[in-house]
């Protein structure tokens, strides 16, 4: 297989992984959520590099997935001492991620692993780093880690499918029924920080925002349908690192960087062609008000 082919593989699993999850982002109101634990996770795979002396593999994995579930559990906490929730957020997302950057600045030293790595990645290094699988050979190791993710994304979302539904749009109903809603609420934030260590070394802590995000809200203009909704962020999520691929190639210019671009173009587009949700629809028929939920 060849360079480039790994590189568009890697890149469409971060959007196909990122645009699933994003999608009950965007519902629950909480995408400011998946800006503050892509920047707090870099203080989880700081302190694992120095427990391991290891910048990849599943110490980097568990140390930033406990940093995204420490941010859930500081923003929850938080928000039930009455500070309010974008300011709890504010709060616990500059100081975690300050000492991350000051940990790299004084103890990490002269690695692979600097601000500006953490916050845009380096997908063009991805494919040189490689494990031998069986029946399939050299692969590289992000590649098989965000491949793992994935299915490990889609499966919880299939197993819990109902209860993700009615959480995300009545967390109060969701109780009344019985259904665990915090015990979610943790679970999913695990999702998110899983998804984002995995996607770390792609596109960094700031552009994996665009893909959690982006492709999900251009998604909510298409369709009021969940499993429509998530199909087509996950579609738009691969779109995006594709397009962004080939823009990259042609300009000479940041691979991830440029799949962000790729995301806000598909988001402008939706933004003035979807058939409910788009400007010029609105234009065209400005009598017909829709207030429909997505069901």
Request: glycine share 8%; hydrophobic share 60%; aromatic share 10%.
């Amino acid at each position: 297989m060849t360079y480039s082919l790994w590189i568009i593989i890697t890149a469409s699993l971060v959007g196909l992984s990122c645009g699933i999850i994003g999608v009950f982002l965007i519902l629950r109101k909480q995408a400011m959520m998946a800006d503050a634990i892509s920047h707090t996770v870099l203080l989880g795979i700081v302190i694992a590099y120095m427990a391991t002396q290891q910048i990849t593999g599943v110490a980097m994995l568990i140390g930033g997935v406990l940093a995204g579930i420490l941010t859930a559990f500081l923003v929850q906490t938080l928000s039930s001492l009455k500070v309010q929730h974008d300011a709890s957020l504010g709060i616990v997302f500059t100081t975690l991620f300050a000492i991350g950057v000051i940990l790299i600045s004084t103890s990490v030293g002269n690695v692979h692993l600097d601000v500006q790595h953490a916050l845009m990645g380096e997908i063009t290094f991805i494919p040189f780093t490689t494990i031998d699988l069986p029946l399939i050979g050299a692969v590289p190791k992000a590649t098989a880690l965000l491949a793992v993710v994935l299915l490990v994304v889609i499966f919880f979302i299939i197993a819990f499918y109902k209860e993700w539904k009615i959480t995300s749009f009545d967390p109060a109903l969701a109780a009344s029924l019985g259904i665990p809603v915090l015990f979610l609420h943790y679970l999913f934030m695990t999702l998110v920080s899983v998804t984002t260590v995995a996607s770390f070394d792609a596109v960094g802590a700031i552009l994996v925002v665009a893909m959690l995000i982006t492709p999900a809200a251009a998604a909510y203009l298409w369709t009021d349908r969940l499993i429509v909704m998530l199909v087509l962020s996950g579609l738009f999520g691969v779109l995006s690192a594709i397009i962004g691929y080939w823009i990259a190639t042609a300009l000479d210019t940041s691979i991830s960087g440029s799949m962000a671009f790729a995301t806000g173009c598909i988001f402008f587009i939706s933004f003035l062609i979807s058939p409910k949700h788009g400007l010029i629809s609105k234009r065209v028929q400005p009598a017909k008000v829709s207030e429909e939920h997505v069901s």
